[in-house]
């Protein structure tokens, strides 16, 4: 699987799924995962999209494959993300692609696509906050005195166990997904999550969005608790092309519980803004 490799930076891992007819140059949907995740966690929504576009699927820095040779301490910063996504998009050598990122690859997109609109055709965010409400910052504590403390005394593992229960998955979800989930998340190192926690509580893209050049389609819980009214009504003011679209829910993990509806609002939004068709 590729591997990109930079002096003075961690290498950094993604993977390509394409499906498309060979004589056919198709644009690429890039899926970026949240937070502790990796591109193992778009499994499910693979097979509805690598058939009409190539898919890629970067993991960020100290997550899934990618290296953990850095300071988690001061390189896990805006600027660390947006220049390993220029190494990525880079090593495609795509002039622009449809960015898809689910919770805080969405977030990192929003900055992402402000910065940088020549590398964008669409950007679709799936239950991507645009600010980390009080909150949510209080749930994330699980009883112990701050988001950092939790994750210091469960640990990854413990952490993603609690977390699922709490505003990931509905009840009655499959327990074989739920300990799946937990399981991989639990694999990235509790340091790397502090340092990424400590960098989410602070990114308020509000100053980002009317910069945001490319077709925003955004994939939200019905009735999440992450992303707000409050919010969504701050991306009505301020994107000026947005498609805001809902799926019956109160809980986070869209991308895993409902793959195909993600999936289908996904693939059609990048058709319609390339003019082609995505059915057979």
């Given at each position: 699987?590729?591997?990109i ?5 961690p ?6 799924d394409?499906?498309?007819d ?15 995740r990796?591109?193992?966690f ?8 690598s058939?009409?576009?190539k898919?890629?699927r ?6 899934g ?13 805006l600027?660390?993300f947006?220049?390993?996504f ?7 050598g ?13 977030i ?10 020549a ?15 009080p909150?949510?910052?209080?749930r994330?504590t699980?009883g ?9 005394k469960?640990g990854?593992?413990g952490?993603a166990?609690?977390?699922?229960t709490?505003?990931r998955?509905a009840?009655g ?5 739920m300990?799946w989930?937990?399981?991989h ?5 509790v ?13 308020d893209t509000t ?6 050049e ?6 939200y ?15 009505r ?25 993600c ?10 803004h390339?003019?082609?068709d995505?059915h057979?």
């Amino acid at each position: 699987m590729p591997v990109i490799k930079r002096p003075n930076k961690p290498d950094l891992h993604y993977v390509i799924d394409d499906y498309t007819d060979p004589w056919r140059n198709a644009p690429y949907i890039w899926l970026q995962h949240g937070f502790g995740r990796s591109s193992q966690f778009w499994y499910r929504c693979i097979p509805y999209l690598s058939r009409f576009y190539k898919v890629v699927r970067p993991d960020l820095r100290g997550m899934g494959r990618s290296s953990t040779a850095f300071d988690w301490e001061r390189e896990l910063e805006l600027a660390d993300f947006l220049g390993d996504f220029d190494a990525v998009a880079d090593a495609l050598g795509a002039e622009a692609v449809h960015y898809c990122g689910e919770s805080l690859g969405g977030i990192l997109g929003m900055v992402f696509a402000a910065e940088r609109p020549a590398r964008f055709r669409t950007l679709t965010l799936i239950s991507s906050r645009v600010y980390l409400n009080p909150e949510s910052q209080q749930r994330y504590t699980f009883g112990e005195g701050s988001w950092e403390d939790a994750l210091r005394k469960l640990g990854s593992r413990g952490w993603a166990d609690v977390k699922n229960t709490a505003d990931r998955f509905a009840p009655g979800t499959d327990p074989g997904l739920m300990e799946w989930f937990a399981q991989h998340q639990g694999q990235t190192d509790v340091n790397v999550l502090i340092g990424v926690q400590r960098l989410a509580k602070r990114i308020d893209t509000t100053p980002y969005l009317s910069r945001i050049e490319a077709p925003v389609l955004t994939i939200y819980p019905s009735h999440g608790p992450i992303t707000t009214p409050e919010q969504e009504e701050l991306l009505r003011k301020h994107v000026r092309n947005l498609l805001l679209v809902h799926l019956p829910s109160r809980y986070h993990n869209l991308h895993l519980t409902q793959p195909a509806a993600c999936a289908r609002q996904l693939l059609y939004f990048a058709a319609q803004h390339d003019g082609v068709d995505c059915h057979e």
